[in-house]
């Protein structure tokens, strides 16, 4: 009872603004007490507003009272440091620590807030805070959690509360900002604003929620497709284990004759296939003689020399027929099953019978090109050209998303990045992950992926897309396609179409180019390691109406 009592006497002879024992005690008008120094920064503070106020009951002054020193305080005071066996010493965890907000009243070392106040705007501790909830003016204010950024919902320019929303300008201000900078602007309170703001943050999350719940299902698939794919791939294990236990010990019967008549067949295939790729590899390397000379042709400016050298340049020879080339994709696990299967009954058949020559033919089913837009949408990316990148002899328009080749040269400033030998285009943004998009074009266009660093000062035809290691094009034409990589160019078989899909997981290192008109035709597919993110390109030759490309905007 003796510590509480002691306890109550220091409260009633403590400063509230420093909570320590009054220092030079002195009474205001109001009938409060402080330390005289602690009354004084107080109200220096107020000097501003002209307007002087107790920190416990905010009674106002319009002058500042004359402070003189409460000798009677003093004396209880004296008299109670030295009859208390205890000193002050309040625990550690109601003070402010780095991370704590500090009241703003304390003096002196400062205690945690529990409150701030965006009427005044100002943090209290316990102590302090009390007013709000027994001054009637006071208990108006609205109180929240300890806040260090109060002083963010200040106006700058009028020292007042920010609770109006300019919509016009899009920012917080205050009542005095309407009568002058922001006067006929469109103001609504900020607690308004908010109310629909919230409800577009409400939407969003909805829709990233959504998107959340999209994808967690298609992770959900694939996970099963990993697993129908691994059981597949483990019963085919087994079963053909099995098969070819068999099939080996019927084999070995034979050995040495089947050996015999598949190294001779081997010999003759090999020979015929070779001579063949001989001749190919010959009118490959003619080919691309004739193309360089054709595209050096296309671009000269003297018409005389380009009818005089056409006429020689342009005749082709015979090519050499390749039809009987044959390229056999694989079978999914249950097909290979089936396959084996099969083989299995039919050499049972031949072993039996005769010793005829011995051939294994594995036939095989190529994944069927998807032919549905919707699936690739959601990976639609929307590109934008480089003007840096843009060569003279292009225009850009709509939005930097469509090129022109023209016959004059456009007034591009000097730029590291341009390619200054070719009419090509890079676009601006980088492209790694999943992306999709599509290109209209007209005339004779070379859509491409391409890394940042290829040349684009080289004259040479190594500066092209798709004639070196750092490019992979598409070259759309009248009547077809041809696929480039590293000078090495493939003629692609499809139906012709005024507009193109590029579709890139650069992760996965895959490349498809689509025929796209009302449904989707794959025209080549590039499976790769993509050492470095890609960039969309461009390339445009000219022709009698024209060449453009124009990066169609995906909805």
């Not at 208390?84 to 002196?108: I, K, L, M």
């Not at 300890?146 to 016009?168: A, G, W, Y």
């Not at 006067?183 to 703001?197: D, F, L, Q, S, W």
């Not at 919707?374 to 639609?380: G, M, N, P, V």
Request: hydrophobic share 30%.
């Amino acid at each position: 009872m003796a510590k509480r009592g002691d306890q109550l006497d220091r409260e009633e002879f403590s400063c509230s603004i420093c909570l320590d024992l009054l220092k030079d005690p002195v009474t205001i008008p109001c009938g409060h007490s402080y330390c005289m120094n602690c009354i004084k920064v107080h109200w220096d503070r107020e000097t501003q507003r002209r307007i002087y106020s107790c920190p416990q009951c905010r009674a106002t002054f319009r002058q500042r009272p004359a402070l003189s020193k409460n000798i009677l305080l003093s004396e209880l005071v004296m008299d109670l440091k030295k009859t208390s066996r205890h000193q002050a010493s309040p625990v550690n965890h109601c003070y402010a620590g780095a991370e704590d907000v500090a009241c703003d009243v304390c003096t002196g070392r400062k205690r945690k807030a529990v409150k701030s106040c965006l009427s005044c705007p100002a943090s209290y501790c316990e102590n302090h805070l009390q007013p709000h909830y027994d001054a009637p003016p006071l208990k108006k204010h609205k109180l929240r959690n300890p806040s260090k950024n109060l002083q963010e919902n200040i106006c700058s320019r009028h020292d007042e509360v920010m609770k109006i929303f300019c919509r016009t300008d899009q920012q917080c201000i205050c009542y005095l900002c309407t009568m002058d900078e922001h006067k006929g602007h469109e103001t609504v309170p900020a607690a308004a604003e908010r109310t629909e703001k919230q409800k577009e943050l409400q939407e969003r999350r909805q829709q990233i929620q959504q998107r959340i719940q999209d994808q967690e299902k298609d992770v959900k698939l694939l996970q099963q497709e990993v697993e129908a794919i691994n059981g597949s791939a483990d019963k085919a294990v087994e079963d053909n284990e099995k098969i070819f236990t068999d099939l080996i010990r019927l084999l070995q019967k034979r050995s040495s004759d089947v050996k015999q008549q598949i190294r001779s067949q081997q010999e003759t295939e090999v020979s015929r296939v070779k001579e063949l790729q001989k001749k190919l590899e010959q009118e490959i390397t003619e080919l691309k003689r004739k193309d360089a000379e054709l595209e050096k042709l296309s671009i000269t400016e003297d018409h005389t020399q380009f009818l005089q050298n056409y006429p020689s340049l342009s005749a082709l020879s015979e090519s050499t027929h390749s039809s009987s080339i044959n390229i056999r994709p694989l079978r999914y696990f249950e097909d290979v099953t089936a396959a084996v299967s099969e083989l299995w009954d039919i050499l049972q058949d031949i072993l039996r019978e005769t010793q005829r020559n011995f051939s294994l033919k594995v036939t095989v089913r190529s994944e069927t090109a998807p032919k549905v837009r919707a699936r690739f949408l959601k990976y639609s990316r929307e590109i934008i050209l480089d003007p840096n990148t843009a060569n003279r002899l292009l225009s850009l328009s709509e939005g930097n998303r469509k090129v022109i080749l023209t016959d004059h040269q456009q007034s591009y400033p000097d730029h590291k990045d341009r390619f200054t030998t070719w009419p090509q285009v890079l676009s601006r943004d980088s492209l790694t992950g999943r992306c999709y998009w599509e290109v209209e074009w007209k005339g004779v266009a070379i859509a491409a992926v391409s890394y940042d660093n290829i040349n684009r000062a080289d004259t040479s035809a190594e500066g092209l897309f798709g004639w070196n290691k750092k490019s992979w094009s598409l070259r759309c034409e009248k009547n077809s396609y041809i696929f480039q990589h590293n000078s090495i160019q493939t003629p692609v078989p499809g139906p012709v179409s005024s507009r193109i899909g590029v579709y890139l997981d650069h992760r996965a290192g895959i490349l498809c180019f689509y025929s796209v008109s009302e449904t989707m035709t794959l025209l080549h597919r590039v499976q790769t390691t993509f050492t470095k993110p890609l960039y969309a390109g461009i390339r445009l030759r000219s022709c009698i109406n024209g060449s453009t490309a124009d990066f169609v905007k995906l909805k």
